[in-house]
């Protein structure tokens, strides 16, 4: 079994170029990486066009005031995360204990600002460039999964332009550095399905950053293990290593918490009943008004096809906020939505009858299901799309499940790029001009701080 486990490249797992013949890997920190450097530089193309794309609207909407305000739509925060990255002073914000080391994210934005740029517009890049990454490991996951090179572009072209994507790629919150987190994630372990021994250390990596940005994110990575070891080596072994993992993950996630946090630890060992209050009043005690017909609607939906807007009522300063709740669609995204509905139930059934796929969907079905039911305990005043992040590149990656099985049909294969490539073209005829009108709505609100 371990000379089984550490052979180079299974066959069923190489990348094949054009011609036939097997890619020889990639390195990856010191492992084989299952990707030919066609594909590194496919990857980087991908990062390169959609950063220029999420700039462009990023930048727009940092030129408004929307980034000074609290939950002018979906309930975000952007302003608290300005100042995380960029502002100085005032002292940086930490954020609370469920985002807990995203301050060491802060020299990121320290490259924009010292172009010149607003803090705004550098925190603004920051989130842009975890969107373009999020579209660049996208096209390698796809490619991993053993999805040929013009389906995988066309399936990556049709995530870069859908809803969740666009609009946590532009706005500064924690939304889009989990995206890009959790898109990890699941490509090491997809990497690692025929071999646990593959980027062993860079799991930890993700973990860390999945934990560091949104706390709950973090059971992704222990599915993921889970789900690599009990394929190669079965339960008992997979209950051993996911142990191991999460000691060696603890032992550095406490190192860098106390990094970030040692002022707050030191004032919780003191007073240790008043921080479990503190962290326990954090959770909203109103009723759960979204049940789970409006988190499905919402997260296999309006995640990916936007809705026109539901102005929702506030109780405080702020008269109402722009959020995704209700089935009211542009003639577009009429058309748009059974459309990826019916695409994305083909691919799901796919991807559960695929030999080796149907392991890597079981791992996101796993995931999905954990976030739905978060989804369904930790709400507030209705809001539910505000989570869409944590669960938009599992969603997808089950839809694209159809495609690793055309790799020996022309004809099937050029059929199924054209359809996805028109679903990409449908969706973004709905989903981009929303985002630009967004970048601009905001021109025109009082900023707070004149």
Known sequence: MANSLRQTTPPQFQTVESGGT????AAGWGISFPLAATDLAIMAAWFLAAWAVYAGFGLRLARGVYFDYYNLAFDFDPPRYVQTFALSPPPPDPQGFRHPLILLLRPLAWPFLSMGLTPKAAAALVIVTFGAGTV????AFLRVAGVGRPEAAALTLLFTVTGTQLFTSIIVETYGIAGFSIVLIWLIALTRLDDPTRLSRLRYVAAILAFGVTITNVAQSFLAELLVWYRNQGLRAAIKN???FGLVFSFFAVILAIVVWYAELLAAARDPILALKQIYWMRSNQPREAGIGQLLLTYFGFSFVAPEYTWVPLADELPIMRDFRNIIFSPVGQLAMP??????????VA?????RYRWIALGLLCSIIFNLIVAMDFQFRGSVYIYASHLHFPIFALGAGLAPWLGRTARARWAYVAA???LAVIIGCNNLPLLADFTRDFD???SPFK
């Open 242 to 244: 996911i142990i191991v």
């Open 22 to 25: 097997p890619a020889k890997p």
């Open 444 to 446: 025109m609100v009082p």
């Open 136 to 139: 660049s490991l996208c096209s």
């Open 420 to 422: 996805v490539f028109l």
């Open 351 to 355: 991807a559960a009858c695929h030999k």
């Open 339 to 348: 459309l990826w509905l019916g695409f994305w139930m083909v691919g799901a």
